[in-house]
C-alpha cells in the first residue's frame, strides 16, 4: 500500500502544503478528504483552490453540497455530509468528467458513487495546531503526484 505523511503543526503549514499539492493538479483529478469536525477539510481546500489559481475565498459548502470556482482549471468542491442515501445521484458523474479537479469532503459517504482511482486524503487532529495529514494514492497518476510533492 503506498501511504505518505506529512504533520503540520499551523494553518498555515496546512494551506501551504495542500497548496503545493493544487499546483500539480491536472483536469478530472479527484481528492477525497476524511477527518472528524474540524480535522483541517476545508481549510486543506483552500489551499489547494489558490494553488489552481482561484483567488475568490473558498467556504463551506455543507448547506449546497457542490460549489464551483474558477481558477487554472475549475474547482469542484463537494462537501457531502448531509447527503442522506449513499447512492442519491446529484450529478456527481458530470464533475468527475468534468474538465475541473473535484474535492470531496465527507467522501466515504458516498463511496459508491466514487472513481476508483483517487488521492485519498485523511487529516487527523493531534493537538491545538497539529494535524497529521495521511495521503493514499489510489492508481498511476497519484502515485505519481505524491512522489512528486514529497521528493522535494
Ligand atoms: P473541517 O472542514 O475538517 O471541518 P475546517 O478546515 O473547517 O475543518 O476547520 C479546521 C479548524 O482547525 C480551523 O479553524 C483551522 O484554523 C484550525 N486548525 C488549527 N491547526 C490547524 C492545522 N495545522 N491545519 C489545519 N487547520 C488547523
Ligand atoms: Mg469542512
Keep these: ?46 489551499g489547494l ?16 453540497i457542490i460549489k464551483e470556482y474558477k481558477g487554472r482549471l475549475p474547482l469542484y468542491h463537494m462537501d457531502v455530509y448531509r ?3 449513499s447512492f442519491e445521484d446529484l450529478g456527481f458523474d458530470e464533475y468527475f468528467e468534468g474538465d475541473g479537479v473535484t474535492v470531496v469532503e465527507w467522501a466515504k459517504l458516498i463511496e459508491e458513487q466514487l472513481p476508483k482511482d483517487r488521492l485519498e486524503i ?19 497518476r497519484y502515485i505519481d503526484v505524491c512522489e512528486e510533492i514529497f521528493s522535494k
Excluded: C, Y
Design 49 to 64: 483552490a489558490k494553488g489552481l489559481g482561484i483567488t475568490r475565498t473558498v467556504s463551506s459548502p455543507t448547506f449546497t
Design 1 to 46: 500500500m503506498n501511504q505518505f505523511t506529512f504533520k503540520t503543526d499551523t494553518p498555515e503549514q496546512t494551506l501551504e502544503f495542500a497548496e503545493k499539492l493544487g499546483s500539480l493538479l491536472q483536469p478530472k483529478d479527484l481528492i477525497t478528504l476524511e477527518g472528524d469536525l474540524g480535522a483541517g477539510k476545508t481549510t486543506f481546500t483552500k
Design 83 to 85: 447527503v442522506e442515501d
Design 122 to 140: 485523511k487529516l487527523f487532529h493531534e493537538g491545538d495546531l497539529n494535524r497529521r495529514i495521511e495521503l493514499e494514492p489510489i492508481g498511476k
